[in-house]
């Protein structure tokens, strides 16, 4: 999938979930999509023609990997480098 996922492990108040950019470097719009079972656009500071082109992929990419990264958000933040690798290495693709 072109473009940039951010995946976060737990940070300020809200929940799992996971931002997409177009690309990379500062000011880029983005969205966020929540890490659920049946994923959903949070937030959105894209183009409407952007996010209707790109969302649906990032929330079928959530869908099949919605456990792994529910986990990585929950207990990420302590996993060493390899660790890290061996998940980014394990999700599934769209």
């Given at each position: 999938?072109?473009?940039?996922?951010?995946?976060?492990?737990?940070?300020?108040?809200?929940?799992?979930?996971?931002?997409?950019?177009?690309?990379?470097?500062?000011?880029?719009?983005?969205?966020?999509?929540?890490?659920?079972?049946?994923?959903?656009?949070?937030?959105?500071s894209?183009?409407?023609?952007?996010?209707?082109?790109?969302?649906p992929?990032?929330?079928?990419?959530?869908?099949?990997?919605?456990?792994?990264?529910?986990?990585?958000?929950?207990?990420?933040?302590?996993?060493?480098?390899?660790?890290?690798?061996?998940?980014?290495?394990?999700?599934?693709?769209?």
């Open positions: 999938m072109p473009g940039v996922i951010m995946i976060s492990t737990a940070m300020g108040s809200h929940g799992p979930r996971v931002k997409y950019y177009l690309k990379t470097g500062p000011g880029q719009s983005s969205f966020s999509v929540a890490v659920a079972s049946e994923p959903r656009v949070l937030a959105s894209m183009a409407a023609r952007d996010l209707n082109r790109r969302a992929l990032v929330i079928d990419w959530v869908k099949l990997n919605h456990e792994a990264l529910a986990r990585f958000w929950s207990v990420g933040a302590h996993w060493m480098n390899d660790e890290v690798q061996t998940f980014i290495a394990s999700l599934r693709k769209v």
